[in-house]
């Protein structure tokens, strides 16, 4: 049975058994403890691939977004003593979305459509509820991947995989809209495809994987005007594999010092250090995690690492090095089926 009253709360969504494992987080052991298991209601089809979450920065609202038949989103409130989810709404997307995110005011879920080649934005009530008429929709932005805003609510970046770019907007936080800084976009390699990013806690800089190409770019953040100067290229795949990598998720410990990468062909997760002054990326190590390393995500305290495997079913928690940034596995826990997003709450 669970502390009734737990401080630190781990979400995790199991596309396939369309379900969000509620666990409870001992912040000096990274031992978790099952909740609950909370169904996500929309569809009677399994969530294509993926089902991405996101949390308002107030944690009171939490969102589950399903990738088949009308693409629902389900709004949640977050009980502030347990962890628990309480179900509000659900409420239609416009596409299948492979990424949300709320803005840093909580008043719209930001989401980009890889089937669909868009980003939307949607406002959220005043009662946490994703309403479903959008403020904007921006088409044809081949296979985007993922939508990002700075802790100024003032800059938006997004990924076309497709086009291989990365989108640079200003963003509206009263209208809820999107405007180009300029041409609006930076140029990868041909063929990297672009897919997850990262913001440093700093907000000079922004990191990115590539899906196709299993690298990861450093970026410098312009703070007057927010456009992106990249900064570095390094490669991420482990020695000796030579196939066709299919990079996934990417997230940097909270003081901003260690940046991770997941790769899904290896199963594994490639870490760097980040050097203070020029945000350059060295390599720490190539670390085993579980099969199919879709999602993962890093605890508050920059302690723990948390690493599911769509196609393993499990959960591993690792502890981090607080001087190196390698990685030392813990402890592994069943979770339900596809598991592929990790969200970690502070609930005090």
């Known amino acids: 049975m669970a502390e009734s009253t737990p401080d630190t709360v781990v979400y995790v969504s199991n596309s396939a058994s369309k379900e969000i494992y509620v666990l409870a987080m001992n912040r000096d052991s990274g031992e978790l403890t099952l909740i609950e298991k909370t169904p996500v209601p929309g569809t009677d089809k399994p969530s294509a691939a993926s089902m ?40 239609p997307l416009q596409d299948s979305m492979a990424y949300i995110i709320a803005d840093r005011s909580g008043r719209f879920l930001l989401a980009a459509s890889y089937p669909g080649n868009k980003l939307t934005i949607n406002p ?18 081949p296979k985007s991947h993922c939508i990002l805003v700075d802790a100024a609510n003032k800059y938006v970046y997004a990924t076309s995989l497709g086009a291989d770019t990365v989108m ?17 976009i930076i140029q ?12 440093h ?18 970026y410098a953040i312009d703070p007057v005007t927010g456009t992106l100067t990249e900064l570095q290229f390094v490669d991420a795949l482990p020695e000796g594999f030579k196939e066709q990598p299919a990079a996934a998720d990417l997230h940097m410990t909270p003081d901003g010092r260690f940046l991770y990468g997941s790769e899904r ?19 720490i190590g190539h670390f ?18 948390l690493s599911v495997g769509l196609d393993s079913n499990a959960m591993t928690v690792y502890r981090i090095d607080p001087q190196s940034g390698g990685l030392s596995s813990l ?5 339900g089926h596809q598991p592929n997003w990790i969200e970690i709450v502070d609930l005090r």
């Open 168 to 184: 640079e907007w200003k963003f509206d936080p009263t209208k809820g809209t999107l405007s180009p800084i300029g041409p609006g």
């Open 124 to 141: 959220i009530s005043d009662n946490g509820i994703v309403v479903e008429k959008t403020t904007q929709i921006v088409a044809d932005r």
């Open 331 to 335: 402890k592994q826990y069943p979770m």
């Open 188 to 199: 990868t390699r041909p063929g990297a495809g672009p897919r997850h990013m990262a913001l």
């Open 52 to 91: 991405p979450m996101a949390v308002t920065p107030d944690h009171r609202f939490l969102y589950a977004a399903l990738r088949s038949d009308t693409f629902p989103a389900s709004s949640f409130a977050i009980d502030r003593a347990s962890g628990r989810l309480t179900h509000l709404a659900t409420t």
């Open 265 to 283: 062909k290896t199963s594994t997760l490639a870490g760097y250090r980040i050097d203070p002054e020029k945000g350059t990326l060295s390599p």
């Open 201 to 218: 806690p700093s907000g000079r800089l922004l990191y990115l994987i590539t899906e196709t190409t299993d690298t990861i770019g450093a």
């Open 288 to 305: 085993p995690t579980e099969k199919t390393p879709r999602g993962f995500n890093i605890d508050p305290r920059g302690r723990f690492l």
